[in-house]
């Protein structure tokens, strides 16, 4: 507004009150979406490298298949350096195979450390979800290199380390949504609020609190 | 308040009468403020006492920049913070991640005083690293179930409608380092999983009707064009979960404030979080708002991507895991004083604090000296907006004795920020994700501010 302004009233010329001629136009314009001659249409073939995402049911799994003896190769070389040759985990890195489920779960009922084992076994409800994983983001220092095939092989090397598939499987876009994860039946999408505070303004509580410090410090750093 | 408090500290002996009138005048303007005056009372947020200066009796001196000529413009073309304030970072918990490519690093609250995160301190987090992407060639792709497939340039996004918004972003792993008990020293570490900037982009329901939405869509995706590929799941109107179960309905209106975010605090966005744009998708876990956003696609099913089946669930006590855990509820924090804070000698201080609730706006924040016995409503710093950073503020007069310091927020539709006592109940100690429970720091006698918790409250 204020560059128009100092058109019309600064400058007082011919071209100024031309530019705020054209803009009355613009603004005036009916039917304006404010998207007008935005952007390009494309076409879902133009798209498809890109359109890679798989749902948990199966769907959009690319075509290809692949034995979890054939993963194993490309395990051994390509994940086990983080993520151990037997699923374990290692220098930090994600275990594949974590506690099986009654022990996961036995830990989140009495309340001892679970979170750090979880894997693959106990916290994955669908098996084409760990291929579109792996397939998009490992192995993690060269992420989306695999093949389709080799990405399956090594999907269902993980799923045989966590002792979801036998040895003889086949990990293909029509089996893969098959396959039963230990931790499907599990999930429950959130009913928050959990908590019901009320807003006790005095006298909330009589007893003595017991308050609790650090077990050690210098953890931070 | 500065005025009250400022003006309130007897200068000797000699004032002694002046000093009480003006104590009155404190206690009666501090009581106001207080939802009651016996709250306040007992609260032991009541005058510490006169407080005996020091004098100066050395005649000043001029300082080392007095007599000298300083930098030049532009000589700093892109402006730094003072060198004196170079302790103001983002830090890590080296500990905490296998490496600095797929981890997190926190906004230090501690040394910030408004809403707003500057952009060097935005908390980073990272599931491949964070990529430079070039916004020439950078490209947003959308599709699935529209009337037309539609590919935008950052030109493009830039010629459309704009919308601005102030936000605060937060992992839902904030806190997260606290459920089995004490371990961090510094609030950075216990609360810098957010930060708060003023977003500009376009807005998602303008994009959506430009391309022609299927009112049968009832969740869309967003994937990022990093190693990663990270992708989620949003909820729309009648959308389902994997078991048919509905999504509840306030969750679905989520999508409703989203926007494809190209400017953060009037810049553009940082690479460390996701230049040239990201999805924006306030009030909920950070995670699903993508970054380096590369494609939109409508669907009527969910993705339950390795984000939502794995990473951000909640395991619970009763041996479910929890999924889909959208919101970030209420929370506050008190920055001022806090571990990085500490107390300097008796007399007046003002406790400072933030709080923020992905369902709204934050209504109330009452702040207790005692443990949690009693409390007193802080005053909200304007301005008060929903899914954003709201700073607050309680005069505090410190006597030198020993107190459990803690806020409370409530927000706008009501839900109070749970005690530490009643999210474990709840959650056990495994549920890692979406701790907002009541943060309490002791001031101990020396004046040194701790992390602690109160195990039965």
Request: glycine share 8%; aromatic share 8%; charged share 20%.
């Amino acid at each position: 507004m204020s560059k128009l302004k100092t058109s019309k009233f600064g400058l007082g010329l011919a071209a100024g009150a031309m530019a705020l001629g054209l803009s009355t136009a613009g603004i005036a314009a009916e039917h304006a979406s404010g998207f007008n001659g935005i952007g390009k249409n494309i076409t879902d073939k133009a798209i498809e490298p890109w359109d890679i995402s798989v749902f948990y049911d199966g769907e959009n799994l690319p075509k290809g298949s692949g034995t979890v003896e054939a993963g194993q190769e490309p395990y051994d070389t390509q994940c086990a350096m983080c993520h151990g040759a037997f699923g374990e985990g290692a220098e930090g890195y994600p275990k594949m195979a974590g506690d099986p489920m009654p022990q996961f779960i036995t830990s989140l009922k009495q309340g001892l450390d679970g979170v750090g084992n979880r894997g693959v076994n106990n916290a994955w409800g669908h098996a084409p979800t760990l291929f579109d994983m792996i397939k998009r983001h490992m192995p993690f220092y060269a992420p989306g290199t695999m093949g389709v095939d080799e990405s399956y092989a090594v999907t269902c090397y993980v799923l045989n380390l966590a002792n979801i598939v036998d040895y003889e499987f086949t990990c293909s876009n029509e089996t893969l949504a098959d396959v039963k994860m230990p931790a499907a039946d599990y999930y429950v999408t959130d009913t928050r609020p959990d908590t019901d505070n009320q807003r006790c303004m005095s006298d909330c509580y009589d007893y003595e609190p017991k308050v609790v410090g650090a077990a050690v410090t210098g953890v931070s750093e | 308040m500065s005025e009250t408090t400022l003006d309130q500290t007897p200068q000797s002996d000699a004032r002694e009468g002046v000093a009480s009138s003006d104590r009155r005048k404190f206690l009666r303007k501090s009581v106001a403020l207080a939802a009651s005056g016996a709250a306040a009372a007992a609260a032991g947020n009541a005058y510490a006492g006169d407080v005996k200066l020091e004098t100066v009796t050395e005649p000043l001196k001029d300082g080392p920049t007095r007599n000298i000529l300083g930098r030049g413009v532009v000589s700093v073309p892109y402006g730094m913070p003072s060198k004196f304030e170079k302790n103001v970072v983002r830090r890590n918990v080296s500990w905490l991640t296998a490496d600095t490519v797929a981890s997190i690093s926190f906004t230090p609250w501690q040394d910030l005083n408004g809403i707003i995160t500057p952009n060097g301190l935005h908390f980073e987090r990272h599931h491949a690293g964070a990529v430079d992407v070039d916004p020439e060639t950078h490209q947003l792709v959308i599709h699935g179930m529209v009337d037309k497939p539609m590919v935008f340039s950052m030109e493009d996004l830039k010629r459309m409608p704009s919308h601005t918004a102030i936000h605060f972003l937060e992992c839902p792993a904030n806190g997260a380092m606290e459920w089995r008990g004490v371990q961090m020293d510094s609030m950075q570490f216990t609360h810098g999983m957010m930060s708060c900037s003023e977003w500009t982009g376009v807005k998602l329901t303008d994009l959506m009707e430009y391309v022609g939405v299927d009112p049968k869509s009832t969740w869309l995706y967003a994937e990022a064009t990093d190693g990663s590929a990270l992708q989620r799941s949003i909820p729309m109107e009648g959308a389902k979960d994997q078991f048919g179960e509905p999504i509840k309905a306030s969750d679905c209106e989520l999508y409703k404030d989203a926007m494809i975010a190209y400017a953060q605090n009037g810049e553009a966005l940082r690479p460390e979080n996701g230049y040239p744009i990201r999805f924006l998708l306030p009030g909920c876990e950070a995670n699903m708002s993508i970054k380096w956003l590369r494609r939109i696609k409508f669907v009527d099913k969910p993705l339950v991507t390795y984000q939502e089946t794995r990473h951000y669930i909640e395991p619970l006590p009763d041996g479910t895991i929890r999924q889909f855990s959208f919101l970030n509820m209420a929370n506050s924090v008190i920055n001022y004083p806090c571990p990085d804070n500490q107390m300097k000698g008796k007399g007046s201080y003002e406790i400072r604090g933030i709080a923020w609730s992905g369902q709204g706006k934050i209504a109330h924040v009452d702040v207790s000296v005692d443990g949690g016995k009693n409390w007193q409503e802080a005053e909200l710093v304007e301005p008060v907006l929903s899914k954003c950073v709201t700073k607050f503020k309680l005069p505090f007069e410190w006597n030198g004795d020993e107190h459990l310091i803690m806020s409370r927020a409530t927000d706008e539709t009501g839900y109070v920020q749970p005690t530490l006592a009643q999210m474990r109940k709840v959650r056990g100690t495994n549920s890692i994700y979406h701790k907002n429970s009541i943060q309490a720091w002791k001031i101990e006698k020396t004046g040194e501010v701790k992390n602690v918790q109160i195990e039965n409250f």
